[in-house]
């Protein structure tokens, strides 16, 4: 439990945690600083802030912990205006999405008593600012903390208990290790979505064609709807790494453009088959944590109230749906729907009572 907690950024990331804190009791008080006292004032009224200030002075008195949720070319210059007002033992957290060039310059501008720890939580969304925001973002998330043999037991423990408390799995990497990784796995992946769109968007006929814009499209260009402010600084700061995974990316585009350019079935069967045996072995639950889910699909109708009435009968019986995915939709139809369920037991038996009421059910 954190006295006072003051988190400087309040938009999806920051006013999330806040909500989260808030909610959890982790902080006895969670004050707000920015730049816009209106959006301020949303963050206070979606509870994600006890109050706020635009004056950092204000808002750093008495602060035990102080998350720095702006975008992370932004990171070091608060930091650095925010230092003269913390005083010593305050530990001092960010949450940008890389961190070498980050951790490093916080390291030289925190004073000697102050404590930097660096942090990232896995989980976001497209959107941006306080309406984002979601108390249970982080639920069920890896949170990364990038430790250097310069940072503190004590604060790094406290930042920890933080975003366990948040209900995040916590893992610790060298700053250098997780740029590289996220470089591959949400880097390169928002670049690729991006440049798909663009491409699509170019092309002559685009709009007849994304008329017919099923999964295909959906499911691999949602991030590219990102706030464009927060990715600039994220390919800027990351820029080695991403390069370096576009030579790899590029190869292998050669690959599959070599195979189709020759016509080669055998080549072509082999590269989707790599590709799918290496997807098929990702968790199920990105989000990391809960592995072992078990799931089925059902094919549900476009009706109003017909996923209140799937949770209802499970809920009847007390069967717990542990992650809900909508997979596929057909306008005026209906879709698909993916439930998962905490053990196989729940699984099989949610698999009867939904096809008893004549739902049609697939386990996975
Ligand atoms: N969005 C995601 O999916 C995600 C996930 C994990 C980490 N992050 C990281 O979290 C950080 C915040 O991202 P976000 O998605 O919450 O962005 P956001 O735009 O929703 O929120 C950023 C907030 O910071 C404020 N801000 C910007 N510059 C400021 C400054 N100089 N002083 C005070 N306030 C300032 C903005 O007004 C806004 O309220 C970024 O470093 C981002 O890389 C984002
Ligand atoms: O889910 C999304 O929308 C995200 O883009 C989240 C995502 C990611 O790539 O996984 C994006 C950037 C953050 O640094 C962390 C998480």
Redesign the pocket.
């Known amino acids: 439990m954190f006295n006072q907690v003051t988190i400087i950024g309040v938009g999806l990331i920051g006013g999330s945690i806040g909500l989260g804190l808030r909610a959890r009791g982790l902080a006895r008080t969670v004050t707000g600083v920015g730049r816009d006292p209106s959006r301020l004032q949303e963050a206070l009224e979606r509870g994600a802030v006890d109050r706020f200030t635009t004056d950092p002075q204000t808002g750093l008195a008495g602060a035990e912990l102080v998350v720095i949720a702006v975008p992370v070319g932004s990171i070091i210059p608060v930091l650095r205006s925010v230092v003269p007002h913390l005083r010593p033992g305050t530990i001092v957290t960010d949450v940008g ?1 890389c961190k070498a060039a980050v951790v490093a310059a916080a390291e030289e501008v925190t004073p000697t008593g102050v404590h930097f720890v660096g942090g ?7 959107q941006a600012g306080i309406g984002g925001a979601d108390r249970y973002l982080f639920e069920g998330a890896y949170y990364v903390l990038t430790p250097t043999p310069n940072t503190e037991r004590r604060a790094l423990d406290r930042v920890r208990a933080m975003a366990e408390g948040l209900g995040c799995r916590v893992i610790e990497m060298e700053p250098q290790e997780h740029d590289r990784a ?1 470089a591959a ?3 390169l ?2 670049l690729l979505a991006c440049t798909l769109v663009n491409t699509v968007a170019g092309m002559e006929g685009s709009e007849r064609a994304l008329a017919l814009a099923a999964g295909g499209y959906r499911d691999t260009t ?2 590219a709807a ?1 706030n464009p402010e927060m990715w600039l600084d ?1 390919f800027l700061a990351n820029r080695r790494m991403l390069k370096a995974l576009l030579d790899r990316f590029r190869s292998e585009l050669n690959t599959i453009e070599d195979a189709l350019e020759e016509g080669e079935p055998e080549r072509i069967t082999a590269w989707l088959e790599a590709a799918r045996r290496s997807r098929e072995g990702l968790p199920a639950r990105m989000k990391g944590y809960l592995k072992d889910l078990h799931e089925v699909t059902i094919t549900i109708s476009d009706r109003p109230g017909t996923i209140a009435a799937v949770a209802s009968i499970l809920g009847r019986h007390e069967i717990n749906i542990s992650d809900l995915e909508i997979l596929r939709v057909r306008e005026g139809e209906g879709g698909t729907v993916r439930l998962a369920f905490g053990t196989e037991h729940d699984r099989d038996r949610a698999a009867e009572l939904l096809a008893r009421e004549g739902i049609p059910v697939t386990k996975r």
Do not use: D, L, Q
Not at 120 to 126: D, F, N, W, Y
């Open positions: 999405s990232h939580p896995m989980a976001g969304s497209e996220v796995v949400s880097h992946p928002h949602r991030v990102g994220i």
